[in-house]
C-alpha cells in the first residue's frame, strides 16, 4: 500500500498542473475576447505602454550591449579553432536578431514587467481595489489586463528591434576595437548576410513574449492569495511562468520558422 | 426593497452562510452585526454578485440580481470599503469621479472635477485635497474619500464594509454622523457590516444579527436593548460568558 503514496502524489501534482493550464487558458481566452469587445480604456493603454515599453528600453539596451560584446569575443575564440574568425559580424548579427534579442530581451521585460503587474494587480486584489472597479461597473479584465497585454504585444517587438541594433553595435565595438576587424568591412559582412526573415522572425517572437509576459503577470495578480506572502507568492510565480512559457514559446517559434 | 430568502454560500467543505432571510426595505438603514468570521461581508458581497451564492434568492426590487443586467444594476449602488479601496494610480479627484470618467455616466472632465470637489466638500475635506493621491491621506481621510467616491453617482443604495474600523474614537463618531445625514439626504437605502455598537447606534434604522450563517435577530434599533436574544444580548454587552463561543 505505501507503495502507491507516491503514484497518488504524482497524480495529484499533475491533476494540479493541468487545473492550472486549463485556467491559464480560459483566462487568455477572456483577455482575448475583451481585447476586440468595448469598452475600451486608452488612458490605462498609454500608461502601460510607458511602463512596459519605454522604461524597459535601458534594461534590455544594456542586455543587448553587453551580449552582442560578448558574442564577438566567444565567436571569434571559437571560429580561430579552424580559421574562420571573419564570420564574426555574420554570426554575431544572426545570433542577436534571431535568438538573443528576442529571448534575452523577453527575459529582462520579464523580470522587469512581468513582476511589477503581478505584484501591482496582487496588491489592489489583497486591498479590495479590483473589487472596487467591480462596484464602479468597471470590468476588472478590461481595465487592468488588456491595456498591459496589449502595450506589451505591442511594445515588445519594438523593444526587440532597438536591442538587436544595440547589441549588433555591441559586437562591433568589440570586433572594431579589440578583435582587429576593419570597421567597413565588419558592417558590410553584417549587412551581406543577415535577411529580412531573420529580423522579422525575431520581431514575431518579440511580440509572442510580450504577450506571454504581460498575461502571466496578470493571471499571476488576478489569482493570488491573502495578503503580502500572496503577493510575493503572485510575483514569484508570474516571473518564473513567464520565463518558462518564453523559452517553450521560443524554442516553438524556431522548429516552426526555420526547419518547417 | 433588497430581499434576501435561504441565500446558502459555502467555499469548500466551509459552510459560511446557511439560510439567510432579510428583507431591507427602500430608504432603510439596515446595519448588520457579528462577529468577525460569520459571514457578513460574504453576505454584502452576494447581494452585489462579486460573489455567487450558491442557493436561495437576493433580490432587488423583485429582480434576481443574477439575471439582472449587471452594469445598469452595479450604477443603482455605491460602496464604501473597509479599507477605502482608493485607486493608488489615481489621484483623489479621479477616485471620486471613477464613474464619472467612464461608462455610461460618463461627464466631460471639468464637471467630472467639478462634482468630485462638491463630494468632497460634503463628506468635509477641502478641494485642495483633491490633487492628492491616496498614500498622501490619513486614513480617517482616505475613508471620507471613499465615502465620496461611493456617492459620486447619487446611488439609490449604498453598502458600508466597517466603516470606521481603523479609525480613532472622534473620527468614527464624525464618520458615522456623516454616513447617517448622507443617507438620510439622498433617500438612498443603506446597508452597514460593523462590530462598533456605536456606529450600529449612530447609524441604524434597523439591526440584524448574523451568527454561525444565519439571522440570528433583526428589529428596530431601537428594541435592540430590550431583545431577550441571548446572541443579541451577549453581542451588545461584549461578555465573554454567553452562547457565542469566545476562543481564549
Known amino acids: 500500500m505505501i507503495l502507491l503514496y507516491p503514484l497518488g502524489a504524482l497524480g495529484r501534482s ?33 500608461h502601460a505602454l510607458m511602463q512596459i515599453g519605454w522604461l524597459s528600453l535601458p534594461v534590455v539596451g544594456l542586455t543587448a550591449l553587453f551580449t552582442g560584446g560578448a558574442l564577438a569575443l566567444q565567436i571569434y575564440a571559437g571560429g580561430s579553432r579552424f580559421n574562420a574568425e571573419s564570420v564574426v559580424p555574420s554570426i554575431v548579427a544572426i545570433g542577436m536578431v534571431r535568438e538573443l534579442g528576442p529571448v534575452l530581451g523577453g527575459l529582462m521585460v520579464a523580470g522587469r514587467v512581468a513582476s511589477a503587474i503581478a505584484a501591482e494587480i496582487a496588491t489592489m486584489k489583497v486591498t479590495e481595489q479590483i473589487d472596487a472597479l467591480v462596484t464602479l461597473s468597471t470590468n476588472p479584465m478590461k481595465y487592468l489586463t488588456v491595456p498591459r497585454v496589449l502595450a506589451a504585444t505591442l511594445t515588445l517587438p519594438l523593444l526587440v528591434a532597438v536591442g538587436d541594433i544595440i547589441g549588433i553595435f555591441g559586437g562591433y565595438l568589440v570586433g572594431t576595437t579589440r578583435l582587429g576587424f576593419n570597421p567597413v568591412t565588419y558592417l558590410d559582412n553584417t549587412v551581406d548576410f543577415l535577411e529580412l526573415w531573420d529580423v522579422l522572425s525575431g520581431l514575431v517572437k518579440g511580440a509572442v513574449f510580450g504577450f506571454i509576459v504581460a498575461l502571466m503577470g496578470c493571471f499571476h495578480g488576478m489569482h493570488s492569495g491573502r495578503g503580502a506572502r500572496g503577493v510575493g507568492r503572485a ?3 508570474a516571473v518564473v511562468s513567464a520565463s518558462i512559457m518564453i523559452l517553450a514559446a521560443n524554442y516553438l517559434l524556431t522548429e516552426l520558422f526555420f526547419t518547417a | 426593497m433588497i430581499e434576501l430568502s435561504g441565500v446558502h454560500k459555502s467555499f469548500g467543505p466551509k459552510q459560511v452562510l446557511r439560510g439567510v432571510d432579510l428583507t431591507i426595505r427602500q430608504g432603510e438603514s439596515m446595519v448588520i452585526i457579528g462577529g468577525s468570521g460569520t459571514g457578513k461581508s460574504v453576505l454584502l458581497k452576494c447581494i452585489l454578485g462579486l460573489i455567487r451564492h450558491d442557493s436561495g434568492a437576493i433580490t432587488l426590487e423583485g429582480e434576481d440580481v443574477r439575471t439582472v443586467e449587471r452594469d445598469a444594476f452595479l450604477a443603482r449602488f455605491g460602496m464604501l470599503f473597509q479599507g477605502g479601496a482608493l485607486f493608488d494610480s489615481l489621484n483623489v479627484w479621479q477616485n471620486v469621479a471613477f464613474r464619472l470618467l467612464r461608462g455610461s455616466l460618463k461627464r466631460p472632465t471639468a464637471e467630472a472635477r467639478e462634482i468630485a470637489i462638491e463630494k468632497l466638500r460634503r463628506v468635509g475635506l477641502t478641494p485642495d485635497v483633491a490633487d492628492l493621491f491616496p498614500s498622501e491621506l490619513s486614513g480617517g481621510m482616505q475613508k471620507r474619500v471613499g465615502l465620496a467616491r461611493a456617492i459620486a453617482a447619487e446611488p439609490d443604495v449604498i453598502f458600508f464594509d466597517e466603516p470606521t474600523t481603523g479609525l480613532d474614537p472622534i473620527m468614527a463618531g464624525v464618520i458615522n454622523e456623516l454616513i447617517r445625514e448622507i443617507v438620510v439626504e439622498m433617500g438612498a437605502t443603506a446597508m452597514t457590516i460593523t462590530h462598533d455598537m456605536s456606529s450600529v447606534r449612530a447609524i441604524a434604522d434597523h439591526v440584524a444579527m448574523l451568527h454561525d450563517g444565519v439571522v440570528k435577530w433583526t428589529g428596530p434599533v431601537a428594541r435592540m436593548d430590550d431583545a431577550t436574544d441571548p446572541f443579541l444580548h451577549q453581542f451588545i454587552t461584549g461578555s465573554a460568558e454567553g452562547p457565542i463561543e469566545a476562543v481564549r
Open chain 1, 14 to 46: 499533475t491533476l494540479s498542473a493541468l487545473a492550472v493550464i486549463g485556467r491559464v487558458a480560459m483566462f487568455c481566452a477572456q483577455t482575448l475576447s475583451h481585447l476586440i469587445r468595448p469598452p475600451f480604456y486608452p488612458r490605462e493603454f498609454a
Open chain 1, 235 to 237: 510575483t514569484t510565480n
